[in-house]
């Protein structure tokens, strides 16, 4: 079935350094890819998305890039904020599905 | 409204009682989900509707779930018995075109004890 592995944390970075949490994803057909970012005491939001092979989606300094060769949506970012400390979630909805799911969530903490 | 509205934030209730969470989704979105998020995991599905009907209700773990939504915008989730394991934050979701991605809700954060 479908599913999405990500990078296990929690990740502890200084402001300013650079940001990679990988996510991988299982699925059938041509998924849609996600980042959502939960930020404390807040729901999800929508950080970008990607929907077909090779698309980049980007917000806020953050990108992912649709690798279907690798089966990978990674985040990145180039100077992390101590504003960016959250909880990152890779998800993935198939073209034939109606669901979303889920990684287990990557916790970021970003010190001065 | 402008957004997600969940009600209540947070409930607490004892074993075996009755609860319902209420979900406002966002005015015209006529995609809404159920999601069930426990600690340290991700969201995990539960139902979807489009309009009234659950179009998808395969993760609702067992019968003592259910979820209505008689017009097509509120929706209310209703778990019976409740048991310790049901602790978690069930978060609703909304959307206007399905793959757009979805607007979360804050969630009802349950403790039963």
């Known amino acids: 079935g479908d599913s999405v592995t990500q990078m296990e944390g929690p990740v502890t970075l200084s402001e300013e350094a650079f940001l990679t949490i990988n996510c991988t994803y299982t699925?059938?057909?041509?998924?849609?890819l996600f980042w959502y970012v939960q930020y404390p005491g807040e729901g999800l939001q929508l950080l970008l998305k990607?929907?077909?092979?090779?698309d980049k989606g980007s917000n806020k300094g953050f990108e992912a890039t649709y690798r279907k060769e690798t089966t990978s949506f990674h985040l990145e970012k180039g100077s992390v904020q101590v504003s960016d400390s959250a909880v990152y979630f890779c998800?993935?909805?198939?073209?034939?599905?109606?669901?979303?799911?889920f990684g287990t969530g990557t916790s970021l903490t970003v010190i001065p | 409204g402008a957004g997600v509205s969940q009600t209540p934030s947070n409930k607490v209730t004892e074993k075996g009682k009755y609860v319902e969470l209420r979900c406002d989704p966002i005015?015209?979105?006529?995609?809404l989900y159920w999601y069930r998020q426990s600690l340290g995991q991700g969201p995990e599905f539960l139902i979807y509707?489009?309009?009234?009907?659950?179009?998808?209700d395969s993760g609702l773990p067992n019968d003592r779930f259910f979820a209505v939504r008689p017009e097509g915008s509120v929706s209310t989730l209703k778990i019976q018995r409740t048991e310790r394991g049901d602790s978690a934050v069930y978060l609703c979701?909304?959307?206007?075109?399905f793959g757009d991605g979805y607007t979360f809700g804050s969630g009802t954060r349950l403790t039963v004890v």
């Open positions: 979701a909304s959307s206007l075109n």
């Open positions: 699925a059938t057909g041509y998924p849609s």
């Open positions: 990607a929907t077909k092979a090779d």
């Open positions: 998800a993935l909805v198939s073209n034939t599905g109606n669901q979303f799911y």
């Open positions: 005015s015209g979105h006529t995609a």
């Open positions: 509707f489009q309009g009234t009907g659950a179009a998808d």
